[in-house]
Structures are given as C-alpha cells and as structure tokens.
C-alpha cells in the first residue's frame, strides 16, 4: 500500500508556546520501500512518524493510503485501520512479562486478519530454540527481535519503528536491523525507520534527511547495503 503526504504541517501548543514540528512535509513512500527517516534531536522525525502512522493527526495536510485519506477518518476508524494495516516497533520493547516470547507474538497474530505463524516467525528472528523464556531470560536484542516479530506476526502491510535499535550496542543492533530487512525483502513489509545513526541509512532504499520541520533531502540509494556492512557510529 503507497503512502502519499501533502503538505502535512504539525503545531504543538502548550500554553503560549507553538512549536511547529513539521512544516509542510510532502513525501511518497511506495509498496515495499524501505524507507530511512534521519534527522538531529527535535527535528521532528517522531512527529513525521506518528502522523504517517495515525498515532496522532496533523494539524493541516493531506494523507492517503492507497484509496484512504487517513486525514478524514474517525477515530475509531484510525484505529481499526491502524489494527488492520500497521504494525509499530520502539525503543522500548514493551513486551509483557508474564508471558513468554511464543505467547507474546501469539498476542500480535491474534490481531491479525491474515496472520503468521507465531512459531514460524520467531524462527525467522532466530529464536526458535529461545520461545519458551520469559522476557526477562533474554538479551535487549532478543527481547526487541521478539517486539519485532509480535508486531509483524499480524502481518502489516507497513511496519513502523521509532529508533528501534536506539538502547541496543553494535551488535545486537544489526541482528534487529538484520531482521527487518530479511522481513523488508521476503514479505515485503513496507519499512519505515527513525534513526539518528547515519550508517543505518545504507541499509535503505531512500533516506529521508529531516531538518527543523522540513525535508532537507531524499538520498535514493542505488546499492543499498545489508546490516552486517553498517559503518556504525
Ligand atoms: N507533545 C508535544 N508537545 C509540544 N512539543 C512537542 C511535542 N512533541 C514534540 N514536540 C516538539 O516538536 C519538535 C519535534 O519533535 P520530535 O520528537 O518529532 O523530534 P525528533 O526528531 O523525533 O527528536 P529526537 O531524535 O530527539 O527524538 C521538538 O521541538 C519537540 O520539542
């Protein structure tokens, strides 16, 4: 499903103050992109983020899903389509501790209309032998690679992450990144990601450079790079 903006601006009020995050963002992110959003602290890659994905709305512009202006449903239309269309990875794992990894991602495929297996896909994030522990028994990256594969289990046709390797070292970082690509390219999941690390970049198919509210610039890579080939830093 393609994603069109127009003019998509974003003003926060608090009190006196007007913040404008996003201002004036048009943007088309084709089916089964893998799209890199980057930008310095406070130059609105969150709010990009979450105004794409229905999180929160924008304060004037246009967004269309395919057939869909997202910008006119209801809310709780935006949230059935966000159930049925979307799929949202964070920094924060936020796995639920009482269950175990296998019963996690079950929560996500239940959700779904055209769901994974929930086995299947915790092997494809490399966890076959590791579903049975509990969020505790395991590492930052195995327990973000279970988030990954809770929120693809349903199988979105988008999947968004908001700085998903952000509390993650080099290595386990590119074993999450690893998995989104391997996901990218074998399910074709459209990709969204926020990142401040320039290296991940690489990995995309374009990287969106945000700076003060705006687009700076779109790098279209023609040789994109696998995780593993990440200049980190
Ligand atoms: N709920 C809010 N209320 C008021 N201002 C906000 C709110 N959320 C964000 N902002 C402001 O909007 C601007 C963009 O913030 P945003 O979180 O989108 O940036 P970012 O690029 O994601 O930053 P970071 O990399 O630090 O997460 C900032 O100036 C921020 O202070």
Redesign the pocket.
Known sequence: MSIILKNVMKT?K?GEVE?H?LKGVSLEIKEGEFIVIL?P???????LLNVISGLDTPTSGVIMYKDTELTKLSEDKLTEFRRNHLGFVFQQYNLLQNLTALENVQMGSDIGKAPLDPEDILAKVGLKDQMHKYPYQLSGGEQQRVSVARSVAKNPEILFCDEPTGSLDEETSKQVLRVIEDLNRDLKTTMVVIT?NPGIGAMADRVIK?NSGKIEEIIENKDKISAGQIQWG
Do not use: N, P
């Not at 602290?41 to 709010?47: A, E, P, R, V």
């Open positions: 926060y608090s913040t995050a930008g602290s406070g130059s609105g890659k969150s709010t401040h945000m």
